[in-house]
């Protein structure tokens, strides 16, 4: 018997999860999860903003993208949520155009609006 094992016995740490914490698992991955996606366009926007008189939107995300080697299926929803918010600060909907201003470019304020409908 190695000494890991007689030090972390398997009866401590068992391998599988009772069906209760593999579900308040699960959830707190996705809470994780999403909180770095927000964390992740709320930068890339501020990327394109800073970038506005340099490059386009689409080639500013694209640098943010590749620059912080973003994977694949994270860089795929994070480049699409932040086009929606920059989509919604640029064509507002019909209902709130009079309160959206064009240079609005932050997904807390897209948000917002939605919560407000």
């Known amino acids: 018997m190695s000494i890991l094992a007689k030090l972390f016995p398997e009866t401590l740490f068992p391998r ?3 069906a209760d914490a593999e579900q308040r698992v699960r959830l707190a991955q996705a809470r994780a999860e999403e909180t770095l996606v927000r964390a992740h366009v709320d930068n890339a926007l501020m ?6 008189t340099d490059v386009g939107y689409e080639r500013a995300l694209d640098i943010y993208v590749r620059e912080l080697a ?3 299926p994270l860089a795929s929803v994070v480049v699409t949520r932040a086009l929606v918010a920059l989509g919604e600060a640029l064509v507002p909907t019909a209902e709130g155009a009079d309160e959206v201003p064009p240079t609005a470019l932050r997904l807390d304020e897209a948000a917002a609006r939605r919560k407000r409908a």
Do not use: N
């Open 16 to 18: 599988k999860l009772s």
């Open 47 to 52: 990327f394109v903003d800073t970038l506005a």
């Open 70 to 72: 973003i994977p694949d």
